[in-house]
């Protein structure tokens, strides 16, 4: 692969803590409500500073980590890696962070792919 596995996890970690979080509820004049802090909002600063983290990877990188969602959700085969990451290079027609961040259950699909890819998502987590 042509990512580490201590980036996916990354990754992954970060993509649960976008996840969780609901749609805002509250008005305006509830800022100390300790329940907000699970609200999505439009300044939210872990999905900025996810999106930031994924634009950063290199081309390789990236294709590597659109490969691994495929081969997670079960577009490709693990043994179809190359064809997987030729494929993302070829069809990326959107900033790789804004098709990544769309994607439900990407922090699942993720560790699908490095499971089926043999590698253990739970030490690479862990390690973080």
């Known amino acids: 692969m042509d990512i580490s596995p201590a980036k996916v996890a ?3 970690l970060r993509a649960r803590e976008v ?4 749609g805002a509820w509250d008005s305006p004049g509830d800022d100390g409500d300790a329940d907000a802090i699970l609200e999505s909002r439009a300044d939210d600063a872990t999905a900025q500073e996810l999106a930031d983290f994924i634009a950063g990877l290199n ?5 590597a980590l ?3 969602v495929w081969i997670g959700r079960e577009t490709f085969e693990p043994e179809e890696w190359d064809e997987a990451v030729a494929t993302a290079r070829f069809e990326a027609t959107a900033p790789t962070e804004d098709y990544l961040l769309g994607i439900p ?3 699942e699909y993720l560790e699908a792919g490095l499971e089926r890819m043999g590698v253990d998502p739970t030490e690479a987590e862990d390690d973080l």
């Not at 996840?19 to 609901?22: A, E, I, L, T």
């Not at 081309?59 to 294709?63: G, K, L």
């Open 10 to 12: 990354h990754v992954i």
């Open 19 to 22: 996840d969780v979080k609901v």
């Open 59 to 63: 081309e390789d990188e990236q294709a």
């Open 66 to 68: 659109v490969a691994l």
């Open 105 to 107: 259950l990407l922090a």
